[in-house]
């Protein structure tokens, strides 16, 4: 890094371009390929020539630096992707980015932690060019740039050498800029683009932009090495000492030294500006969320929850095991619930802005509802169809760290009024929830009709408990649907204009309406219900995936995305293929004469 650095954000779409006054050259743009040896560079101007530092040799060899404790570490701010947050959130985050893990294991087998990743990428402790850690998932693309189709990872020096990746990747900035659609080789040229560039910002020590402003929110802050745009020698003289003691500290796998420079050098760092430096309380929390990993952990109580209260339905008796289940089932909950909080408290916004914070609202208030209507009917029946759903619904966020990240992002202008932001999407994402349970239950239906069509049939507790599940999402939909309304008066100066968000909401709220009047009427039965109640979700599920994943189009820009299609069309196959299956064994039980119960009215109102 030299001075004068230009501190742009390596999250940056844009292409990258020749920086001169670094020493680095970018060739190929945005495809890197770097010209000179990094390590000495960022030796010589990061740590200012510090003796103690100049003696050890060049690249250091930093063993057993995965032992080290950074916490300290990382929990200095960086400011990255629009906001302040610890090094620590941004390490994991640019890990995920680039590998597609929260986690890396080397060619020799070294698993690597992102923290760790971050400092041996800047000291050069190793030859990150050489690991075949970037992410490319798409065989097309794989194809075109004469990859092999079955590897997912690719090193550093065999992509910034591809031309046609490079080719590729100008290509989709200029249909981009003229906002023309890209296909999903483009897409994804863009995203391998973007992995090689921060990469090589984390070599070469431009994504370290540690330095905060002095006075201006709206001011970037800089690397070290660019300390003069804001402050003299003589103010950040206090930061020289502990920058230092940093890297060889670590280079020298001193745990206790590492630890107690890092809190100085942030110390330091805080006293150039207070009032914008993020507190200690602050930064503590979010590594503490970063390090709970609550969502990861919930879906495993979830499961062994889901499976105590499996058993213990099947004995048909069991009120320990039985409570056992209950009881984890709310430990689940209250850890799902800590992990909504911190990311309510680090945001300070409702978790609900993309597509990751709605799975994990969704699967939250699915396990709330399931536990509700446990308490009013006293039947475990719903948490047996609750807790899969919400199970399977992490394990997707879970596998899809790419398609579905989870950082947390500024909001774009539209989402800048919390007011709405919490009465309407809340409230729409509740509908799915209800939506989702109710699936859940007509897929325990199914298999029962599946199963025994009899004795499913005259199971009238289930259904009546399915159409309350029905009737609860169907108020929270049209609830949302006329605030949305609302807010799109209040956000475009339009109550309607068919975007295709607000249609396929429609398109839902029809479906879930004209399954409730169908079953007052009596134009179908029980069964019916069952049926609609898993082809309607299919409604739901493109008003909440496909419109964001599939479409890519409309006014609700900031929750597109794409990634996860194969996945969800995989499921709505086997899910179809599950349901034409129950379909013929209740056919064909009517077709043997069994006795078909009637079906029972409802006077409850929608």
């Not at 189709?149 to 290509?171: A, C, I, K």
């Not at 029962?448 to 049939?457: G, K, L």
Request: glycine fraction near 6%; include cysteine; charge should be positive.
């Amino acid at each position: 890094m030299r001075p004068n650095q230009p501190a742009h954000s390596p999250a940056t779409t844009e292409p990258l371009r020749a920086c001169p006054n670094t020493g680095f050259h970018y060739i190929n743009s945005p495809v890197i390929r770097l010209t000179l040896p990094i390590a000495t560079v960022v030796l010589a101007t990061l740590f200012l020539a510090d003796p103690g530092v100049a003696q050890q040799p060049a690249p250091f060899t930093a063993a057993g630096t995965g032992d080290l404790n950074y916490q300290q570490f990382g929990t200095l701010a960086i400011q990255d992707g629009g906001r302040r947050k610890p090094i620590d959130t941004f390490a994991k985050e640019s890990l995920i980015r680039i590998t597609g893990r929260s986690s890396y294991t080397d060619k020799a087998g070294r698993t690597w932690r992102p923290d760790d990743f971050v400092l041996s990428a800047l000291l050069e402790t190793h030859d990150w060019r050489e690991e075949p850690m970037i992410l490319v998932s798409l065989g097309k693309l794989k194809e075109q740039l004469g990859l092999p189709v079955t590897q997912r990872r690719f090193t550093h020096s065999q992509l910034s050498g591809l031309s046609e990746l490079s080719r590729l990747v100008n290509e989709a900035h200029v249909r981009r800029a003229a906002e023309k659609p890209l296909d999903r080789a483009q897409n994804e040229a863009l995203s391998v683009g973007e992995r090689l560039g921060l990469l090589a910002h984390i070599m070469d020590g431009s994504a370290l932009l540690i330095v905060p402003a002095p006075e201006k929110e709206t001011d970037p802050w800089v690397v070290p090495p660019e300390f003069s745009r804001y402050y003299s020698e003589q103010q950040f003289e206090p930061a020289h000492a502990p920058l230092q003691a940093v890297a060889a500290a670590y280079s020298q796998s001193d745990s206790f030294q590492f630890s107690r420079s890092s809190k100085q050098l942030r110390d330091a760092l805080r006293n150039l500006s207070p009032r914008l430096y993020p507190s200690d309380q602050k930064l503590n929390l979010e590594y503490f969320s970063n390090h709970l990993e609550a969502f990861y952990r919930a879906l495993w109580l979830y499961a062994l929850a889901f499976f105590a209260l499996l058993i213990a339905h099947l004995r048909g008796r069991g009120t320990i095991l039985r409570g056992i289940g209950v009881t984890v089932a709310i430990s689940a909950v209250l850890l799902h619930a800590t992990g909504i909080v911190l990311r309510c408290m680090i945001g300070g916004r409702p978790p609900v802005t993309n597509m990751y914070e709605s799975i994990i609202w969704v699967s939250f208030a699915v396990s709330v509802f399931g536990l509700l209507f446990f308490l009013r009917y006293r039947t475990t029946v719903y948490l047996l169809a609750a807790l899969p759903a919400t199970t399977l619904a992490l394990i997707l966020v879970h596998q899809m760290p790419i398609a579905m990240p989870a950082s947390i992002d500024p909001l774009v202008p539209v989402l800048r009024d919390n007011f709405w932001l919490t009465i309407h999407v809340l409230t729409i994402t509740l509908s799915y929830a209800a939506f989702l349970l109710a699936c859940a239950f007509g897929h325990i239906l199914l298999f029962q009709y599946a199963r025994n069509p009899t004795a499913a049939r005259k199971d009238a507790p289930m259904h009546f408990w399915l159409y309350r599940v029905i009737q609860l999402g169907v108020l929270l939909l049209a609830a949302g649907t006329i605030l949305g309304g609302v807010w799109a008066n209040y956000s475009w100066g339009r109550f309607w204009g068919w975007d295709p968000k607000e249609t396929w909401a429609l398109i839902a709220l029809l479906c879930y309406i004209t399954t409730l009047h169908g079953r007052l009427a009596g134009w179908w039965t029980q069964f019916g219900l069952v049926v609609a109640s898993v082809l309607c979700f299919l409604a739901v599920l493109m008003a909440w995936y496909g419109v964001n994943f599939v479409l890519g189009k409309g006014l609700h820009s900031y929750g597109f995305g794409i990634g996860g299609e194969t996945y969800v069309a995989t499921f709505v196959g086997l899910d179809l293929l599950f349901l034409a299956f129950a379909i013929w064994r209740y056919r064909k039980s009517k077709s043997l004469g069994k006795p078909i119960p009637a079906v029972e009215t409802e006077t409850v109102a929608v």
